[in-house]
């Protein structure tokens, strides 16, 4: 069972101090990942991108990781081209990434994250819910090489 921040509400997403309470995962962002069995996806990209070695590295890192069903909702075919492209797999995946480990209570306060890709992530909260661009945050994991925020929907650059 995952130890998570799960953010339902504005006073939790805006104090986060309910979060000291939560024990740090021994696993990496990617460990996590398989462990968990709901970023099937996400992992295959990684690898195929190589970038599993980034993710398992000391870090700290920031990662917006979406699930399965995010990566579901894309266009029909666009997993499989971007699994054939890439150049594109990696400007996607890396802007899912950040330097650092940035806490709800700092992204909510900075407004927005600057992501490996180069481009920043916006990040709002509305209706007591984190989201970063249009996706909505559904869980934080704190993990031994940084925090992994789970989304719904994959973030594509701008």
Do not use: C, W
């Amino acid at each position: 069972m995952l130890k998570r921040i799960t953010l339902t509400t504005a006073a939790l997403v805006l104090s986060l101090a309910a979060h000291a309470g939560v024990s740090r995962l021994t696993t990496d962002v990617v460990d996590t990942a398989v462990g968990a069995g709901a970023f099937k996806t996400l992992v295959a990209a990684v690898s195929a991108a190589g970038l599993v070695d980034a993710l398992k590295a000391p870090g700290p890192i920031t990662v917006f990781a979406p699930t399965d069903s995010a990566f579901a909702q894309l266009p029909a075919g666009t997993v499989e081209a971007l699994l054939g492209d890439i150049p594109a797999l990696t400007n996607i995946l890396t802007y899912h990434v950040a330097g650092g480990e940035v806490m709800p209570e700092t992204l909510l306060a900075n407004g927005a994250i600057s992501t490996l890709q180069g481009q920043t992530v916006k990040i709002s909260s509305r209706e007591g819910k984190l989201f970063a661009n249009d996706s909505m945050v559904l869980d934080v994991i704190l993990v031994s090489n940084g925090v992994i925020y789970v989304v719904d929907s994959v973030l594509l650059p701008r």
